[in-house]
């Protein structure tokens, strides 16, 4: 192997071996820190820095970066939503965007509401500098969009006032009791009929992805690994009853999108 090459590959391991150094201290590492210091926890503790402080917010909020973390399948995932949304008839309605997320999902779901006739899209996240960043991505929606600081735990808006309601890439992110409290808030705000579209990582079918995917969730997001089988949203949704579920599976069965209509 020539000098170049031998160089080459080192590069590209430091690289990749400095990415994923990053990307721990700034979600799990951090967590870890902040679970061993003394002090008060909050309702928030669950959440990474990647997601509360702007610099960070801004420095990874990058389409090419974003797409990859889903293994190129961010654009399906969001397409499907959207599709659905373009679908339905949204006039007079409101359509809720629990959690925000990086990435052009936020501006595509705003702007299909709105194309389906909806009045208003609200946006909802614990951390205020998540909803201030989201709304550099829609300001011409600016009227049409509110933005509420609030916990998808123990929302405050009322029974029965959206008609949508998307939650993209959150569940994995949360301490296990709150996974079914945020799906219960989910119904709860969705008038019958109302949909909630839930994007998630799932059990991949090969098991060469199984054994990575379950590598990447032990190191980095240990919360995740239970939607393949103890948390699994479509089987809590069914369990609970008062929905018509249906899930599409992405990418050798790795990330899914369930429609759930409240009935
Ligand atoms: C949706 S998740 C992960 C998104 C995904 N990794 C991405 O960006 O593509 C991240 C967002 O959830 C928010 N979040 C975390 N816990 C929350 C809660 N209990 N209620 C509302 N928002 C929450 C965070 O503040 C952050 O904005």
């Given at each position: 192997m020539n000098a170049w090459m031998v160089n080459l590959f080192f590069a590209l391991f430091l690289l990749l071996a400095a990415t994923g150094l990053f990307f721990f201290v700034v979600t799990r590492g951090a967590l870890v820190l902040r679970g061993l210091s003394p002090g008060s926890h909050s309702e928030?503790?669950?959440?990474?820095p990647i997601y509360s402080n702007m610099k960070l917010i801004k420095l990874v909020d990058f389409q090419p970066i974003i797409s990859a973390i889903l293994l190129f399948q961010y654009h399906h995932l969001v397409s499907k939503i959207v599709s659905e949304l373009k679908q339905m008839d949204l006039r007079k309605k409101k359509v809720l965007i629990t959690s925000c997320a990086f990435g052009n999902v936020i501006p595509r779901v705003v702007q299909a509401s709105l194309e389906s006739g909806a009045e208003r899209v609200l946006i909802a996240d614990i951390i205020q500098n998540e909803l201030v960043h989201a709304k550099t991505k829609l300001s011409q929606y600016a009227g049409k969009v509110e933005y509420v600081e609030d916990n998808a735990t123990s929302m405050k808006l009322k029974d029965d006032g959206v008609a949508a309601n998307v939650i993209f890439f959150l569940l994995h992110e949360l301490p296990h009791h709150l996974k079914g409290q945020t799906l219960n808030e989910a119904g709860r705000m969705l008038a019958p009929g109302g949909k909630l579209f839930l994007a998630e990582f799932h059990r991949p079918q090969l098991w060469v992805l199984r054994a990575l995917s379950w590598t990447y969730f032990k190191v980095f997001e240990p919360l995740g690994l239970a939607l393949w089988d103890t948390h699994d949203p479509l089987a809590y949704l069914e369990g609970e009853g008062g929905w018509k579920c249906e899930r599409t599976t992405y990418f050798f069965g790795n990330f899914q999108i369930i429609t759930a209509t409240k009935l």
């Open positions: 928030k503790s669950h959440v990474y």
